[in-house]
């Protein structure tokens, strides 16, 4: 049931009410037009598929980011673990607490408003300037060769490269015209097109010149609804919705350790 209210909401009420009000004025006063339903698909069903499309590939590059931290992170511990002939528990406690601070900001970031963006924001690069300390101090201050540093160096850029493309994604979304578009003309669309559910008035009876107009307008609201479910893949309100499991990938950091000095 939950997620047919995810795509089937207030707007789909009131947009299905007004095309049914529409039809049966038209019906009533005999209002009929043969209006071409290519109209539709140009002016709502277009649209709003290409912003599905946009919004889907933006949750998919998401979903790559944020996997990109987690595999990153997780080589990082693995050079601390494996690399270094004296590696100590305590070293790799203070290496998942750091990692659990990153990501943790991480996950804050993308889940506050926009308007808090540029305090979040550099929470994330204190959190990504300890890891670097921790570079520094533990791995090289320990004794890992200046290539193996090097190579940590460049996980710790890589990390780098996927906060700020997932932030990215985060800041730009659809274009506010484009959605403002498809809005409009779902809104619109089925009222003004009660004269041509009146002129198909003909092919139906007993009530069934009704139907048309409600699956007009539920398929278009929905549309819609789902273009907005997946507009922002961070908020944690749809079924689509990136899910962080900071928590759970601390943990199996914790159990993955096999050197104990």
Same mark, same amino acid.
């Given at each position: 049931?939950?997620?047919?209210?995810?795509?089937?909401?207030?707007?789909?009420?009131?947009?299905?009410?007004?095309?049914?009000?529409?039809?049966?004025?038209?019906?009533?006063?005999?209002?009929?037009?043969?209006?071409?339903?290519?109209?539709?698909?140009?002016?709502?069903?277009?649209?709003?598929?290409?912003?599905?499309?946009?919004?889907?590939?933006?949750?998919?590059?998401?979903?790559?980011?944020?996997?990109?931290?987690?595999?990153?992170?997780?080589?990082?511990?693995? *050079?601390?673990?494996?690399?270094?002939?004296? @590696?100590?528990?305590?070293?790799?406690?203070?290496?998942?607490?750091?990692?659990?601070?990153?990501? @943790?900001?991480?996950?804050?970031?993308?889940?506050?408003?926009?308007?808090?963006?540029?305090?979040? +924001?550099?929470?994330?690069?204190?959190?990504? @300037?300890?890891?670097?300390?921790?570079?520094?101090?533990?791995?090289?201050?320990?004794?890992?060769? *200046?290539?193996?540093?090097?190579?940590?160096?460049?996980?710790?850029?890589? #990390?780098? !490269?996927?906060? +700020?493309?997932?932030?990215?994604?985060?800041?730009?979304?659809?274009? !506010?015209?484009?959605?403002?578009?498809?809005?409009?003309?779902?809104?619109?669309?089925?009222?003004?097109?009660?004269?041509?559910? @009146?002129?198909?008035?003909?092919?139906?009876? #007993?009530?069934?010149?009704?139907? #048309?107009?409600?699956?007009?307008?539920?398929?278009?609201?929905?549309?819609?609804?789902?273009? +907005?479910?997946? +507009?922002?893949?961070?908020?944690?309100?749809?079924?689509?919705?990136?899910?962080?499991?900071?928590?759970?990938?601390?943990?199996?950091?914790?159990?993955?350790?096999?050197?104990?000095?």
């Amino acid at each position: 049931m939950k997620h047919i209210t995810l795509i089937i909401n207030l707007r789909s009420l009131v947009v299905t009410s007004l095309a049914l009000l529409s039809t049966w004025i038209c019906i009533r006063y005999d209002i009929k037009a043969n209006f071409p339903i290519t109209l539709l698909i140009t002016a709502v069903v277009f649209p709003v598929a290409f912003s599905i499309h946009s919004a889907y590939e933006r949750r998919e590059r998401a979903l790559q980011d944020y996997a990109s931290l987690k595999t990153q992170g997780r080589a990082l511990f693995y *050079a601390t673990r494996d690399w270094l002939d004296e @590696s100590t528990a305590d070293s790799r406690d203070d290496l998942r607490l750091r990692l659990h601070a990153l990501l @943790s900001r991480c996950v804050t970031l993308l889940s506050d408003p926009p308007e808090r963006l540029d305090e979040n +924001e550099q929470k994330v690069y204190d959190a990504f @300037s300890d890891l670097s300390v921790y570079i520094r101090e533990q791995q090289r201050g320990r004794g890992l060769a *200046a290539t193996e540093v090097s190579r940590a160096n460049q996980y710790l850029n890589s #990390m780098l !490269q996927a906060f +700020e493309s997932i932030k990215h994604i985060y800041q730009y979304r659809t274009p !506010q015209t484009l959605k403002a578009f498809g809005s409009f003309f779902v809104m619109s669309m089925p009222p003004l097109y009660g004269p041509y559910f @009146s002129y198909m008035t003909d092919s139906y009876f #007993m009530g069934l010149q009704y139907v #048309m107009p409600v699956m007009f307008a539920v398929i278009m609201t929905a549309l819609v609804n789902i273009q +907005e479910q997946l +507009e922002n893949p961070f908020d944690q309100y749809g079924e689509d919705d990136v899910r962080f499991n900071v928590e759970k990938y601390i943990a199996s950091l914790e159990h993955s350790g096999k050197k104990d000095v």
